[in-house]
C-alpha cells in the first residue's frame, strides 16, 4: 500500500490543516459564505424575515448532503480526472457557448424529442427562476421597502437598485415570479407524467421511487404554492399559515432529497461542460491513431486516462499481439474480438464493417 | 428462475432478426444497439453476432464518470440514464469489445441493457426471442451445463467462455466448432 501522506509538505501550515476532511472544509467555507453574504444583505442583520427561517435550516442541511455526496461522487478516478482537467480547460473560446448549449437551451435534449425538451424547459426553468427568487428572499439578500409614494424599492445586498411603480409591470411580474415558476413546473411535470404512463420507450425502464417521486415532490411543492396565493387572494387568508407550513415542508424534504437521487443530475450536469471541453480540447492536441487501422479515433490523452483509471480498477487489456485494447478503433475493436471467436484475422481483412444498421 | 443469454456463435447465418427485433425493444427508441459480423468477408459466409456481454466487473461502468450506467441485480449492465450521461464517451474507449454506441446530437450513450424490462421478469431478450437459428439463447445454468457436456470434444478446442475473454462475464458464449473442424451434432 502507499502511503497517503505526504512527507515533503510540512504539516500545520496550510489552510487545508485547519479541517478534518474536505467535507468539513466545503462545509465550513460555504456556511460562512452564505452568513457573510446574509450578514451584508441584511444590513447587518436587521431585517431578517424570520418566517422563513425553516428554508434556512433545510438549506443548510442540503448543502451537508450535497456535499457529502458529491464529494464522495468526486473522489471516483474518473471523475476526479474530468473535474480535474475540466477546470484546467474552463477557459476556452468555446465555453460560453458550450455552456450555453448544454445548461441553458439544453438543445441535446432537443435532439432526443421536441416534447422532452419543451418539458425539462418548463421544470428547469421554473425551478431556476423559483430558486432565484426564494433563495436572496429567505437569507435576506433581498426584499423591498414600500415608500408612501406607490413605489417600491428593491433592496438587493443592502443596496437600492431600483425603484418600481407599486402597480407596474415589474412589480407585478416581481410579486408573481413564484407563481409563474409555479405554473411552469406543474405544466412541465404534467407532461412528463403523460409521456411516463403513456410512452412506451419512457414505460419501459422507469421505477416508481426513482422517475416518479421527484416528480411528486415538484408538483406538491408547486401545487401548495399556487395555493398560498389562492388564499390570499380569494380566501382572504384563510388557513394560509398551515398550507405556508406544508409548503415549506415540502420544499425542505426536497431539498434534503436533491442530492441522492434523480435530481442529482441537477448539480452534477456543469461536468458536461467539463467533458466536452475536454475532448475539444485534447483532440486538437493529438489523436490516437488504431494501431490496426491507422485511423485517428480519440485523443490520446483520453485514451491513456482510460487506460490507467481502469488500471486502478484492476483491469487490464494488455493483449499478447503486444497492444492495449484501448488502443484498436471501435470497429477493429469488435473485429478482433470476433477474431479471438473465430480464429480468423478478421480485423486485418480490408473491408468495411458490414452495415450495422438494422433498417438495411 | 435465473437465466441467462447463452451464444452459440456458429449457428449464426447472418440474417440480422437479431438487430431488427433489437429496436422494437421498449426503451431502445428505435435503434439497435448490437453488431452482426462477416467473420472473413472475402471468403465464405460466415456471420457472428456480437452482444454485449454483461461484464461482471464491466470497464464501461468503471470508466464512467457520471456513474450513468447502472449495474441491475440480475447482473445486466444497463444503458447510460439519459440525465446523468454528459457525454464522455470514456464507455466506449473502456470497453474490451467496442459496444456502447454514441449519439453525438444527443449527448447520449446506449447499450444493450439485455431488454431489462423483459429480462427482470425471465423473459428473453428481444434478440434471443426472434434468433431463427438458436445462436441466441435464453437458458438456465443447467441448461448451460448439458450444452458444455454435449459440446465437450476433450480436445481443448471448445467450449465456455473463459479464457477466450477478457474477463468473466453473465453472458456464456459457446465458442464455434465448425471454424475449428469440428462438426457440431444438432
Ligand atoms: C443544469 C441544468 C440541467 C441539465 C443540463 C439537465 C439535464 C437533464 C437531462 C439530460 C434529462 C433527461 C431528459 C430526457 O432525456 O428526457 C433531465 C431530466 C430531468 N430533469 Fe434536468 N437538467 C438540468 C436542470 C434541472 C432542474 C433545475 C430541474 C428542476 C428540478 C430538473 C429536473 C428534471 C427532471 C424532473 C427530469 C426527469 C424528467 C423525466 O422524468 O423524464 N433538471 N435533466
Ligand atoms: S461488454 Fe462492454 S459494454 Fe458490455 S458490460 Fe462489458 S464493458 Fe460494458
Ligand atoms: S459517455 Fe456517458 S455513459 Fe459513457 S462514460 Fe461518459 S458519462 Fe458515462
Given at each position: 500500500m502507499e502511503s497517503t501522506i505526504s512527507t515533503t509538505k510540512k504539516p500545520g501550515l496550510t489552510v487545508n490543516d485547519a479541517f478534518a476532511s474536505h467535507f468539513a472544509k466545503s462545509m465550513f467555507l460555504t456556511v460562512a459564505g452564505l452568513a457573510i453574504l446574509t450578514f451584508i444583505g441584511t444590513r447587518m442583520f436587521t431585517h431578517i424575515d424570520l418566517n422563513l427561517y425553516g428554508y434556512m435550516v433545510g438549506t443548510i442541511v442540503f448543502i451537508g448532503g450535497f456535499f457529502y455526496r458529491f464529494i464522495a461522487w468526486g473522489e471516483r478516478p474518473?471523475?476526479?480526472?474530468?473535474?480535474?482537467?475540466?477546470?484546467?480547460?474552463?477557459?476556452?473560446?468555446?465555453?460560453?457557448?458550450?455552456?450555453?448549449?448544454?445548461?441553458?437551451?439544453?438543445?441535446?435534449?432537443?435532439?432526443?424529442?421536441?416534447?422532452?425538451?419543451?418539458?425539462?424547459?418548463?421544470?428547469?426553468?421554473?425551478?431556476?427562476?423559483?430558486?432565484?427568487?426564494?433563495?436572496?428572499?429567505?437569507?435576506?439578500w433581498m426584499y423591498f421597502t414600500m415608500k408612501e409614494n406607490g413605489y417600491y424599492t428593491i433592496v438587493l445586498f443592502g443596496m437600492n437598485v431600483m425603484n418600481v411603480k407599486a402597480e407596474g409591470i415589474i412589480a407585478w411580474f416581481s410579486y408573481n415570479a413564484l407563481n409563474i415558476a409555479a405554473i411552469m413546473v406543474i405544466a412541465g411535470v404534467c407532461m412528463v407524467l403523460y409521456r411516463r404512463l403513456k410512452n412506451m420507450q419512457a414505460r419501459a425502464e422507469q421505477t416508481f421511487m426513482y422517475d416518479f417521486l421527484p416528480l411528486y415532490l415538484l408538483l406538491f411543492i408547486s401545487i401548495t404554492g399556487l395555493l398560498l396565493t389562492f388564499q390570499n387572494m380569494v380566501l382572504h387568508g384563510w388557513?394560509?399559515?398551515?398550507?405556508?407550513?406544508?409548503?415549506?415542508?415540502?420544499?425542505?424534504?426536497?431539498?434534503?432529497?436533491?442530492?441522492?437521487?434523480?435530481?442529482?443530475?441537477?448539480?452534477?450536469?456543469?461536468?458536461?461542460v467539463f467533458a466536452r471541453n475536454y475532448r475539444e480540447h485534447y483532440s486538437e492536441q493529438h489523436m490516437k491513431e488504431c494501431k490496426v487501422c491507422g485511423d485517428q479515433f480519440v485523443s490520446v490523452e483520453q485514451s491513456s486516462d482510460v487506460i490507467q483509471v481502469l488500471g486502478v480498477n484492476?483491469?487490464?487489456?494488455?493483449?499478447?499481439?503486444?497492444?492495449n485494447l484501448a488502443e484498436l478503433c471501435l470497429p477493429c475493436r469488435r473485429k478482433y474480438r470476433i477474431s479471438r471467436f473465430s480464429g480468423v484475422a478478421t480485423h486485418q481483412v480490408k473491408v468495411k464493417e458490414a452495415n450495422q444498421n438494422a433498417n438495411g | 428462475m435465473k437465466k441467462r443469454l447463452y451464444l452459440e456463435l456458429e449457428n449464426c447465418i447472418g440474417c440480422r432478426s437479431c438487430l431488427a427485433a433489437c429496436t422494437q425493444c421498449g426503451g431502445h427508441e428505435e435503434r439497435n444497439r448490437n453488431y452482426v459480423y462477416d467473420v472473413n468477408p472475402l471468403v465464405n459466409r460466415q456471420t457472428m453476432p456480437l452482444m454485449c456481454l454483461h461484464c461482471v466487473n464491466p470497464a464501461c461502468a468503471r470508466s464512467?464518470?457520471?456513474?450513468?450506467?447502472?449495474?441491475?441485480?440480475?447482473?445486466?449492465?444497463l444503458s447510460a440514464l439519459?440525465?446523468?450521461?454528459?457525454g464522455c464517451q470514456n464507455c466506449t474507449i473502456a470497453c474490451p469489445y467496442g459496444i456502447p454506441k454514441f449519439d453525438t446530437e444527443q449527448n447520449l450513450m446506449y447499450k444493450?441493457?439485455?431488454?431489462?424490462?423483459?429480462?427482470?421478469?425471465?423473459?428473453?431478450?428481444?434478440?434471443?426471442?426472434?434468433?431463427?437459428?438458436?445462436?441466441?439463447?435464453?437458458?438456465?445454468?443447467?441448461?448451460?451445463?448439458?450444452?458444455?457436456?454435449?459440446?465437450n470434444l476433450d480436445n481443448g478446442k471448445w467450449v465456455t467462455s473463459m479464457p477466450y475473454l477478457e474477463g468473466e462475464t453473465n453472458v456464456r458464449v459457446n465458442l464455434p466448432g465448425i471454424l475449428q473442424g469440428v462438426t457440431k451434432l444438432f
Open positions: 474518473p471523475t476526479k480526472i474530468f473535474i480535474k482537467k475540466g477546470l484546467k480547460l474552463l477557459f476556452r473560446k468555446s465555453t460560453p457557448k458550450t455552456t450555453t448549449e448544454q445548461l441553458v437551451t439544453y438543445r441535446f435534449i432537443w435532439e432526443r424529442g421536441v416534447y422532452r425538451w419543451m418539458q425539462h424547459i418548463l421544470i428547469g426553468w421554473g425551478c431556476v427562476l423559483a430558486c432565484l427568487v426564494t433563495f436572496p428572499l429567505v437569507f435576506s388557513m394560509q399559515p398551515q398550507m405556508s407550513l406544508i409548503h415549506q415542508f415540502s420544499v425542505i424534504v426536497t431539498l434534503i432529497y436533491l442530492p441522492f437521487g434523480k435530481l442529482a443530475h441537477i448539480p452534477f450536469r456543469p461536468m458536461s484492476d483491469i487490464e487489456f494488455n493483449m499478447n499481439d503486444g497492444f | 464512467c464518470p457520471a456513474q450513468a450506467i447502472q449495474i441491475h441485480e440480475t447482473g445486466a449492465v439519459v440525465e446523468k450521461c454528459i444493450c441493457d439485455l431488454c431489462i424490462d423483459r429480462s427482470k421478469d425471465g423473459i428473453p431478450p428481444m434478440c434471443a426471442s426472434v434468433c431463427p437459428t438458436n445462436t441466441l439463447q435464453w437458458l438456465t445454468d443447467e441448461e448451460i451445463e448439458a450444452k458444455q457436456k454435449q459440446f
